[in-house]
């Protein structure tokens, strides 16, 4: 990976916030990163104050002026209204905790960062931040991120639209699309997963009228686009990067 180097003055801090690691990148404006991907892992139980401490820590120490952050659950206007997986005490192998689910429910997370850091802060779910990093913006673009669980996302002629989350809906065998399609099942049976990837793309894609459908996500290097040479509907597999690149168009779009 070449690296380019430029003033802090001109960076922005890219963070992911994943279920299982958060990512961790400066970007340039036109969302090219500036240097190598930085982790850590997501601490379980995770509170909001608990994530807020961790993510001001960091964007403290990056002096930059403009952060943009992907959470794994919905956000509106920097308000989580689900956090689905951080929800969950020890992570997504166990259930959702109720007074945890409620503690972040309604919190203002984009609103705390910004008082705790006195930075330019801002705050969208993963999935979106994922469709500003690998759309094309033409015609009806359907994202699904491969990770922890799944995520998802649709732009028409490049406006995000506000869609159901399919994680957590039921497949076929009882299981829910987070289970079915994430890390657990690809490391138990690969050959399956690969296959459950295949039909949910192709089911999801006829369900949302999608032109194009963009993988994204750690998962989604460990597919080939020939596994979907048949479907009728184009499939373009990206980087582990889709989000952070996308960080870039929440202030220069």
Same mark, same amino acid.
């Given at each position: 990976m070449v690296i380019t180097r430029v003033s802090i003055d #001109?960076?922005?801090l890219a963070i992911d916030v994943g279920a299982t690691n958060?990512?961790?990148?400066? $970007?340039?404006?036109?969302? =090219?990163?500036? #240097?190598?991907?930085?982790?850590?892992?997501?601490?379980?139980?995770?509170?909001?104050?608990?994530? $807020?401490?961790?993510?001001? =820590?960091?964007?403290?120490?990056?002096k930059c002026s403009q952060v943009g952050i992907g959470f794994p659950g919905d956000v509106e206007h920097g308000r989580v209204t689900n956090a689905f997986n951080l929800a969950r005490p020890g992570g997504i192998t166990t259930d959702v905790d109720i007074a945890l689910d409620e503690l972040w429910r309604g919190f203002e997370i984009q609103e705390a960062l910004v008082d705790a850091t006195d930075r330019d802060v801002r705050v969208v779910n993963d999935a979106d931040l994922a469709a500003l990093g690998c759309c094309?913006?033409?015609?009806?673009e359907m994202v699904l991120t491969l990770g922890t669980g799944v995520g998802n996302a649709l732009m028409i002629e490049g406006a995000l639209q506000q869609v159901e989350s399919v994680g957590a809906r039921s497949s076929v065998d009882g299981r829910t699309f987070d289970v079915v399609l994430g890390e657990r099942s690809r490391a138990q049976n690969e050959v399956e997963w690969r296959e459950s990837?295949?039909?949910a793309v192709d089911?999801?894609?006829q369900e949302f009228g999608a032109t194009i459908v963009h993988l994204a996500g750690g998962n989604a290097k460990r597919l080939a686009p020939v596994s979907f040479a048949d479907l009728p509907t184009p499939v373009v597999i990206h980087g582990n990067d889709a989000s952070l690149r996308g960080v870039a168009k929440l202030f220069y779009a």
């Open positions: #001109e960076r922005i958060m990512k961790f990148c400066h $970007v340039d404006e036109f969302g =090219a990163l500036l #240097e190598v991907v930085r982790r850590r892992r997501t601490h379980y139980p995770c509170t909001p104050w608990q994530l $807020v401490e961790v993510l001001s =820590a960091r964007i403290t120490r990056s094309r913006e033409l015609g009806t990837v295949v039909r089911d999801f894609a």
